[in-house]
Structure formats: structure tokens, C-alpha cells
């Protein structure tokens, strides 16, 4: 089945611990992105990747890093989780960025 | 900067109605803008719309874009309660990659019965 797995589902967290939440894609997708979705705030992306070691910031960037060293992983890494990233994240992948993307099904995050 | 508006931001009907949501964007070189749906999980692609005039259709959804007055309507008809959910479009962005994707606020639909 054609998919985009994120995990985990659920992360609570303490501030400053280093977390990485994992994307894998099984369709040979070239574009690899990154959301976060806050309340009042909408879906505003963080990064994205047009191909393997190939990527760039989205609106909200500060305080993460990703890496796309595979096609088919792109993980968001925060290296040290702050109260204010406490938000639902998703990843997405498209064939390419002008088609549509396919979204995982989320990763709570709490960093408390 | 790119900008994203959609109107209006919340919408209650009732079953059996028709709705139509609205999408403007101001992009520089627009390719295509996406329409989702989003209920209480992850959003779910619709609609990819690249030309002016031609009808996106599935079902009781329908989109078309209008490219010279740079806005897009996502039409849905004879409404039923599994409709409730935040509708967003967005225009694939960023240079020649087209990999950054703004998002507008959304249309949060509500369908009584």
C-alpha cells in the first residue's frame, strides 16, 4: 500500500532532549516535506526536499534540522525541543512539488 | 512575500445545501494550486488545478481555477454530514523546485443533519 509512515504517534518530551521523529515513503516520491499545525496558526510548513541531500526551509524553520541522505526517509530532528514546539507535525510526499503530496498521519509532539 | 487567503473561514449548513469555498493567492510563478480536505487527521488531497477555465470534478466536489484574477473555488453540492472538515488550498512554491507550499488559513465546513 502506497503510504507515508511517521513515527512515533505520540511524543512527550522534556525541554532540551534531543528527539528525531522518523518519515519513510514507499513510493519513490522525489519531494519530502515537513508541517507543523497549530491552532489558529493552519498547516505551515518547516522544511522540504526536492531529492536526496537536497533541501530548504520552509516558513518556519528555527529549531529543526532535517536530513534526506535515502529517496524514501526524511526525518525532522529537534536538537533541543522547546515548549513552544509542542504541535501536531506531518510529513508529506509528492511526485514532484507541483503535484499533489500524500501526508502521514501525524506526530503529537508535548515537549514540557 | 506569498500570500494565501480563503473565504470564508468558517461555514454551518445544512444537509442537501451547496457551498462554495474560495481560494486567492498571490505566487510568483504559479505552476499549479492544490486543494485538501482535512478531517480530524491528515489532510487529503482533492484537486490539482494548473489550468484556467477547465473543471476539476469527483463526485459531488468540483473545483476551477481563474488564473488572470488569481483565485480558485472548490464547490461542493448536495452536502452531507461526512463533509464536515477544514478545507485548504495552497500553491506549490519556491523558484524553479516548487517545493515550498504555503497554506491558507482554511475553511472549517460544518454540515448539520
Known amino acids: 500500500e502506497a503510504q507515508v509512515t511517521q513515527n512515533p504517534r505520540y511524543l512527550i518530551t522534556v525541554t532540551g532532549k534531543k528527539l528525531t521523529v522518523t518519515c519513510s515513503q514507499n513510493?519513490?516520491?522525489?519531494?519530502m516535506s515537513w508541517y507543523r499545525q497549530d491552532p489558529g496558526l493552519g498547516l505551515r510548513q518547516i522544511y522540504y526536499?526536492?531529492?536526496?541531500?537536497?533541501?530548504d526551509k520552509g516558513d518556519v524553520p528555527e529549531g529543526y534540522k532535517v536530513s534526506r541522505k535515502e529517496k524514501r526517509n526524511f526525518p525532522l530532528i529537534l536538537e533541543s525541543p522547546s515548549p513552544n514546539q509542542t504541535s501536531l507535525y506531518f510529513c508529506?510526499?509528492?511526485?514532484?512539488?507541483?503535484?499533489?503530496?500524500?501526508f502521514g498521519s501525524g506526530t503529537r509532539l508535548t515537549v514540557v | 512575500e506569498d500570500k494565501v487567503v480563503q473565504s470564508p473561514l468558517s461555514l454551518v449548513v445544512h444537509e442537501g445545501d451547496t457551498v462554495t469555498l474560495n481560494c486567492s493567492y498571490e505566487?510568483?510563478?504559479?505552476?499549479?494550486l492544490l486543494w485538501y480536505k482535512q478531517e480530524k487527521k491528515a489532510p487529503t488531497f482533492l484537486f490539482m488545478l494548473?489550468?484556467?477555465?477547465i473543471e476539476k470534478k469527483s463526485g459531488r466536489l468540483s473545483s476551477i481555477l481563474d488564473k488572470k484574477e488569481l483565485f480558485s473555488i472548490l464547490n461542493i453540492t448536495a452536502t452531507q454530514t461526512g463533509d464536515s472538515a477544514i478545507y485548504l488550498c495552497?500553491?506549490?512554491?519556491?523558484?524553479?523546485?516548487?517545493?515550498?507550499?504555503?497554506f491558507g488559513q482554511g475553511t472549517i465546513l460544518t454540515v448539520h443533519p
Open positions: 508529506a510526499s509528492s511526485l514532484s512539488g507541483v503535484h499533489g503530496y500524500t
Open positions: 513510493m519513490n516520491h522525489e519531494y
Open positions: 526536499s526536492m531529492n536526496v541531500e537536497v533541501t
Open positions: 505566487v510568483t510563478n504559479f505552476r499549479s
Open positions: 494548473t489550468s484556467s477555465g
Open positions: 495552497a500553491p506549490p512554491t519556491g523558484g524553479t523546485s516548487y517545493g515550498k507550499l504555503t
